[in-house]
């Protein structure tokens, strides 16, 4: 188990490590859309960072640096609340655009997207000095919570994209490819979102009822949480033109 831990943190770390400063990299320098339009894409590759740094941490506490266990924890917060709390962000404003354009462009200014950014940065604050103070175990029911909170409305944006794009007429092509866009990235977001957080899920339904972890459910559950870091990365770098041949 300790092998494949530390197999998939160097895959997390060689291959996420440099896609996410290039990415941040890319939006500084302007070369995607602009830090306004990718702001919530930036907090996102910071976050990830953060995680590909814990996997660096989590190597040496297996040599027993025992002492690093505080510093897993902080960083393990941005696992469980900054990726899936700014891949709502995310989704809640492709909705925005979507259904309320206005609403949209009246805060699409990047002052907006700062404060936003601010308080999900403190939200994860809270939980990485939560996870600090009383452990994983000690969080979960918060965490449950939290996970219901975020799945509720991604899927919400999603329904109510997938509406209009429904009841859009033929005769709007650009504006309805813009729907089915915003869609398919929703849709995406939220799918990566289950794939990375319903194993750990149900593996904390598991401690509840049986007090263990089972090897299997827990290995799954962490590849998983893992790779599904990866997809977002993908979906901006093909969008600036970086996959393309």
């Known amino acids: 188990m300790l092998r494949l831990r530390i197999s998939v943190y160097s895959i997390n770390v060689l291959f996420g490590l440099p896609t996410h400063s290039f990415i941040i990299w890319l939006i500084v320098t302007g070369t995607g859309s602009g830090i306004a339009s990718d702001f919530l894409i930036f907090n996102l590759s910071v976050c990830e960072i953060g995680l590909c740094l814990n996997g660096v941490f989590a190597f040496f506490y297996s040599l027993q640096f025992s002492n690093l266990s505080g510093l897993m924890y902080f960083l393990s917060g941005l696992g469980i609340t900054a990726r899936p709390l700014f891949q709502c962000l995310m989704c809640v404003e492709r909705y925005l655009a979507v259904i309320h354009p206005v609403t949209f462009l009246k805060y699409k200014p990047l ?101 263990r ?10 590849v998983s949480f893992v790779f599904a870091g990866f997809v977002h990365p993908i979906l901006y770098l093909n969008r600036a033109g970086c996959l393309s041949s």
């Open 111 to 211: 002052r907006y997207r700062l404060i936003c950014s601010a308080a999900a940065w403190i939200i994860t604050l809270v939980s990485c000095s939560c996870l600090c103070m009383f452990g994983i175990i000690s969080s979960k029911t918060f965490f449950s919570i939290q996970f219901l909170l975020f799945l509720s409305i991604q899927l919400f944006c999603c329904l109510a994209v997938l509406r209009a794009v429904k009841q859009s007429g033929p005769e709007r092509e650009e504006e309805n490819h813009m729907k089915r866009k915003a869609f398919y990235l929703i849709l995406i977001t939220t799918v990566s979102m289950l794939i990375g957080y319903i194993p750990a899920s149900f593996l904390g339904f598991i401690y509840l009822f049986e007090d």
């Open 213 to 222: 972890f089972p090897l299997e459910p827990f290995l799954i559950s962490f």
